[in-house]
Every structure is written in structure tokens, then in C-alpha cells.
């Protein structure tokens, strides 16, 4: 018997394996080899916003932490909030009565927080000097708006990093500046 019989021998014993791929559109498909693949389902690669999250969390007087969900004009109003800050990803809809603001931010450990924070604080200072309420948003209320209240806490109000992580973490419990933007505030707390 030749060694290439015995390779094809020894290939008929395997056992049909079963394969999923998933593409980058979401779609779900089950391979079984010399089978049609079969489509089995759908499963976005990201994580679908079931859970609308419309309470911003007052972090000290004036300032408010929240995702892009608090820019409802319900959510607005509730917390007579006059003055909205989006952080990468822009309000879905503005509100004649309402001061709006969009800052260019992607959620990257390599992000420069330096040039950002030097457009948000005066922005924020402004709104507070008012004694109006302040939205500071992103998508998710947890890296970015986290890193620039942070940030406002230790340039404008001179709190050390953990007390203004602290602050905002306690008023805001899911926020997760990432490691990049944790590392340059810290840098600033000093």
C-alpha cells in the first residue's frame, strides 16, 4: 500500500467534526465537512443596548456623569440640565433650549487626554460659573466622560487623582477610565 492510500485510509476514520463561524456582519453558520453549511442564528460582535441607561449620576453640584441615553429632552429636563458635553459620539438629537458641545474622543489607550481636556474644562467651568447643570456624556457613561469629570476634578478643583476617582466612582459605580487615559490622569493628580 502506497503512503498516499494509507493517508486516505486513515482520513476515512476521522469523525465528521462540526465547525461554527461567525462573520463580521454577525451571521452564525454550522460546517460539517462535504455538508452545505447550515445558518444557525445571528450574534453581534458587540453588546446590544437592551437597557436603556437614562439617569445621569450627579457627581458634585452642577456636574453630571452620564451615557448618550441621558440626552432625552425627558432626561434633560428632569435634571434641569442646560448644558451637554458629548464625548465621542454626539448627542442624537439637540434641543433649541439646550447649549450642546461635541469633542472628537476615541476610547483608545493611545487617546491624548491633554488636548481634550483643554477644550471640556472651560466648557464645564462655563456651565458651573452659570450654576447650570452640565451633562458630560459618551456612549456608555464609563471611559471617556468619566476620564474628563476626572480630569476637571484635578485641573480646576485641585483633587488628587484618588480623590477625584473616588468621587466619581462613588457616584457612578460602572465607570472604567481605560488603562491609558487611568495612566495620564494619574499622572496629572500628581
Known sequence: MSFSESIKRQKEKLQKTVTFVKYVDGRIFKEIKDE?????????GFVVDEMPDKVPAKVIDNI?????????????DKFNIKFVLSIGVEAPIKYDDITYKFIECMDLPETNLTPILRECIPFIEY?????????VHCNAGVSRSSSVVIGYLLIDRKYSYLQAYNVVKTARSCINPNAGFEKQLQHLGR
Request: with cysteine.
Open 64 to 76: 453630571y456623569l452620564g451615557s448618550q441615553d441621558c440626552c432625552e429632552i425627558e432626561v434633560l
Open 36 to 44: 452545505h453549511p447550515q445558518f444557525v442564528g445571528k450574534q453581534y
Open 127 to 135: 456651565a458651573v460659573k452659570q450654576h447650570h447643570n452640565i451633562l
